[in-house]
């Protein structure tokens, strides 16, 4: 008998969390590869949150809390939801967790029995699909497209949902793509899901500050409040306030949903680290203002990679509205060779090319359920980015293409 659950054969290692190690490995060997893969700010955590956290631990806060957050944390989410998104929630109505992923993986895991589907817009961030079938259900890709900005469009959510529909999941600003679904662009998607009111949706706004160019990733609870009762908003401190380490996630949701995530975490992990979220109330609670520059350095950045990319031949990529990644194009290196003749026959062909060649660390399409293209996180410095997109720009000109028939 195996020791492995087959259950274990229903998912797979998280491939960003996997290129990153591996980036790690090559440059602890003493390869000097510059890693594109990593998915948090580059920032430091603002010294007021770590403060918070020194003056948690030298006042004793050091014990289990409440297993879904301290009533205290739960009024900063509350206040966070009311100033930000328009949502009143009540303390009952809100969760918090070891980061946002394990309210998803929680929500996902209390909800989901075998059969069910959840509608995951392609590409879609990479531990959707695998959370769904953990909990035993069926992912339902929609394909977006390119043309379209990478956005879930009305007529193909309503062509995929069935009476075994349970969840839409939506992710904006999203990772890969950095697609941000504004309140207009919300409001034809609300209006397919008001008229089957079996179907849940799920939003997950982590990446909502970093948005560019005047633009504002809108809540779907608030874009159309007749979706209220049947919407989990989640959100988190890690990408906003450079708090990836600290672990803090919330949700805010109906009451019967809130109490089912809370029996699924008593069973589990408990509360999140009591120190953390003194430091995510400081961080939900104190100043707001460097949110609007950090987003601002970062808009410097996609710009530098977006031109530099679309000069790299074969590679074509949209000027994404949010996130730090870029999800580029690369069909035009598909069916090329690298120097030593190996065939660009995909995505994941192409990032082992750049791995080898060019020593940069990227992510294959793939793995977010589109191809060809890879994403590019641009959360380093601008000088490694100049590097990188160089040796991009090298390794894609140095491509022969086959010899003509
Ligand atoms: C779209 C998206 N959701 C959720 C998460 C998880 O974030 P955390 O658990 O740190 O809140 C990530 C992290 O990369 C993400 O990209």
């Not at 967790?97 to 509608?119: C, H, P, R, W, Y």
């Not at 994404?320 to 690369?330: Q, T």
């Not at 894609?396 to 003509?404: I, Y």
Request: glycine share 8%; charged share 20%.
């Amino acid at each position: 008998m195996s020791l492995i659950s087959p259950r274990m054969d229903r998912i797979k290692p998280s491939p960003s969390s996997m290129a990153t190690m591996r980036v790690r490995e090559l440059q602890l060997a003493g390869r000097k590869v510059i890693g594109l893969t990593v998915g948090e700010p580059d920032f430091d955590t603002p010294a007021n949150i770590i403060e918070a956290s020194i003056r948690a631990l030298r006042g004793g806060q050091t014990r289990y809390t409440n297993v879904d957050g301290t009533p205290e944390l739960k009024d900063a989410v509350a206040l966070k939801f009311k100033r930000e998104n328009g949502l009143a929630y009540s303390r009952d109505q809100i969760t918090c967790a070891n980061g946002s992923k394990q309210v998803i993986f929680n929500a996902l895991m209390a909800t989901v029995s075998a059969g069910d589907e959840v509608i995951l817009p392609a590409p879609y961030y990479v531990s959707y699909p695998d959370m769904v079938q953990l909990a035993g259900g069926t992912p339902v890709f929609v394909e977006s497209t390119e043309a379209s900005g990478f956005k879930l469009e009305a007529a193909a959510l309503e062509r995929a949902i069935t009476p075994r529909t349970k969840w839409l999941m939506l992710n904006s600003p999203c990772n890969p793509t950095g697609a941000v679904y504004t309140a207009a662009d919300l409001k034809p998607l609300t209006d397919v899901l008001k008229r089957h009111p079996h179907v849940w949706i799920l939003t997950d706004e982590v990446y909502e500050h970093i948005v560019y160019d005047g633009l504002k990733s809108a809540s779907a609870a608030a874009v159309e409040p007749a979706l209220f009762d049947r919407t989990l908003t989640v959100n988190g401190v890690s990408k906003a306030y450079a708090m990836t380490g600290f672990r803090i996630g919330f949700a805010g949701g109906p009451k019967e949903l809130i109490k089912t995530i809370l029996k699924m975490q008593s069973q589990s992990t408990t509360n999140p680290s009591s120190i953390s979220q003194m430091a995510a109330i400081e961080a939900l609670t104190g100043p707001q203002d460097f949110l609007v520059e950090r987003a601002q350095n970062f808009r410097a950045r996609r710009d530098l990679v977006v031109d530099m990319l679309n000069a790299a031949p074969g590679i074509s990529c949209r000027k994404p509205e949010g996130a730090f990644y870029v999800f580029a194009n690369i069909g035009g290196t598909i069916g090329k060779y690298t120097p030593e003749g190996k065939l660009i026959a995909n995505d994941l062909d192409f990032v082992m090319y750049l791995l080898d060649a060019a020593e940069v660390g990227v992510l294959q399409g793939s793995a977010y359920g589109m191809s060809p293209y890879v994403r590019i996180s641009y959360s380093t410095s601008t000088e490694k980015l100049q590097e990188a997109c160089s040796r991009i720009q090298r390794a894609c000109a140095a491509l022969v293409s086959p010899p003509a028939r």
